[in-house]
């Protein structure tokens, strides 16, 4: 898992912040950055599987910042 590259995750839970993925680690996918447009009711991505570029990772933390709509656009 690098910076830049991406990952593909089961989403795991939905928040009013964004989304948190199952990515080896639990990676963080902020609202603004689920898609293009808004993203509507988050909850319904549960149990979805996305791809999404890395744009942090904090190995200390073992936190993970993800964005999806970086690949969509």
Same mark, same amino acid.
């Not at 898609?35 to 200390?60: F, H, M, P, T, W």
């Given at each position: 898992?690098?910076?830049? *590259?991406?990952?593909?995750?089961?989403? $795991?839970? +939905?928040? !009013? @912040? /964004?989304?948190?993925?199952?990515?080896?680690?639990? *990676?963080?996918?902020?609202?603004?950055? $689920?898609? +293009?447009? !808004? @993203? /509507?009711?988050?909850?319904?991505?549960?149990?979805?599987?996305?791809?999404?570029?890395?744009?942090?990772?904090?190995? !200390?933390?073992?936190?993970?910042?993800?964005?999806?709509?970086?690949?969509?656009?």
């Amino acid at each position: 898992m690098q910076t830049g *590259g991406t990952i593909r995750g089961p989403v $795991i839970e +939905a928040s !009013r @912040a /964004g989304l948190v993925l199952d990515v080896g680690l639990r *990676g963080f996918l902020p609202k603004s950055k $689920i898609g +293009a447009g !808004r @993203a /509507g009711n988050l909850k319904s991505y549960v149990g979805q599987e996305l791809e999404c570029k890395v744009v942090e990772v904090d190995r !200390r933390r073992n936190n993970v910042v993800l964005s999806r709509r970086e690949l969509l656009v």
